[in-house]
């Protein structure tokens, strides 16, 4: 089945197809609106149960909330709602298992994430079905309905991937531990207060970051880092950019050579594993320098320092960029006029694969970024 449902028993009866279809289970008896009482006694309302029996004759329950776009922070009130059912069960009722499950029209991919992760079954109606319990297994995962106006890969482009970057430097430079004002992230990130609003409304919906205060006083912190960091580098790896390669003598390093030729320009940065390596030695020597210059001037720079096109044996390799990717540059320290790309935008750059950049990226991730010791705050 595929297509955009309307209501909840739309959503419940497309389900009970797709499992139907797949497993040859047999439904015994359906309940909607049913209301329990959570831990704190309060009154809560699951969407839908089913009663079902599998072909082996063993009975189950299935415990349904729908939602019409699944996002990560509304995956996480779901899965809290069908936990607090699951807890409320007498003991009666708990002769027969019950499996979790999440029926919606539109699921994001982050969101399919977190719910394996959970343990939770989940549906949605681009034909996507995953059911796990016991020995039966059903995985059936279909690219995600695109939705007008929301594609999360909006995030990381124009100045909204500048407030991105400014989030990331703000956990870096605080360990994670201080929130930050639109008002402040907006002077970081060279931006609008209303572009600040608008990224900061798709990254709660996605669940990275984490809200204190309303209003005038609210308050943001990145909540989930790597997977943040993540998402922008499966975007960063497809972005169109004008590259160059050139061949230069620089018998005192191509890093002194950079210092030395563009100490009177603006605008560029050291990228890549020649600025990584230097703030994290791992690798016995790199040859190559990756720049970022600016638009439409690689070629006229390459000819003030005499350098040479160069398909192959380039050790200077020039990109052209704006925005972004020159936020946060700083002089690199016992380098001096030597200027490096923020410590997430070198991390990107070495995910290209060349080389031992690779085996440099896992390294300056832990040990510089230390976001494989970060966990959610």
């Known amino acids: 089945m595929s297509g955009i449902l309307h209501d909840d028993s739309d959503l419940v009866a497309a389900l009970l197809e797709a499992l139907t279809s797949a497993t040859q289970l047999h439904c015994l008896a359906r309940r909607d609106g049913v209301r329990f009482r959570d831990g704190h006694e309060d009154v809560r309302e699951l969407d839908a149960a089913l009663q079902v029996r599998m072909p082996d004759g063993q009975v189950l329950e299935l415990a349904i909330e729908t939602r019409r776009t699944a996002y990560p922070r509304d995956v996480r009130l779901a899965v809290e709602q069908l936990r607090a059912y699951e807890g409320s069960r007498t003991e009666a009722a708990r002769q027969v298992p019950v499996l979790l499950v ?30 796990h319990h016991g020995t039966w297994l059903v995985d059936i995962e279909r690219a995600p309905q695109a939705l007008p106006g929301r594609r999360i890969g909006s995030v990381f482009s124009g100045a909204r991937e500048q407030v991105v970057h400014a989030m990331l430097m703000h ?43 309303a209003g005038p006083t609210q308050r943001r912190r990145i909540s989930r880092p790597a997977e943040l960091l993540d998402a922008w580098a ?57 720049v970022v210059v600016p638009p439409g001037k690689g070629e006229d720079w390459a000819e003030g320092l005499k350098l040479k096109p160069a ?19 700083e002089e690199l320290p016992d380098h001096p006029g030597l200027r490096a790309a923020s410590p997430f935008v070198q991390y ?30």
């Open 102 to 131: 999440v029926a919606a029209d539109h699921l994001s991919q982050g969101s399919r994430e977190a719910l394996r992760k959970a343990g939770i079954n989940y549906f949605d109606t681009s034909g996507t079905l995953y059911f």
């Open 171 to 213: 956990w870096h430079r605080t360990a994670g531990r201080d929130f930050i004002s639109g008002a402040e992230l907006a002077q970081m990130a060279a931006t609008s207060a209303y572009t600040v609003s608008k990224t900061m409304q798709e990254m709660e919906r996605q669940d990275w970051v984490q809200s204190t205060g």
């Open 311 to 329: 398909d192959k044996g380039a050790n200077f390799m020039f990109i052209e960029r704006e925005g972004a990717a020159l936020l946060f540059a």
């Open 234 to 290: 499966a975007v960063w790896a497809a972005r169109s950019e004008v590259r160059s390669r050139w061949y230069g003598f620089a018998p005192e390093g191509i890093t002194s050579a950079l210092a030395k030729g563009l100490v009177e320009r603006n605008g560029w940065v050291l990228t890549g594993a020649a600025a990584a390596n230097l703030l994290v030695p791992t690798l016995t020597s790199v040859d190559r320098a990756v």
């Open 348 to 377: 990107l750059d070495l995910l290209d694969g060349v080389g031992r950049n690779k085996e440099l990226a896992a390294e300056f991730r832990q040990r510089y970024l230390k976001l494989d010791e970060a966990s959610d705050v």
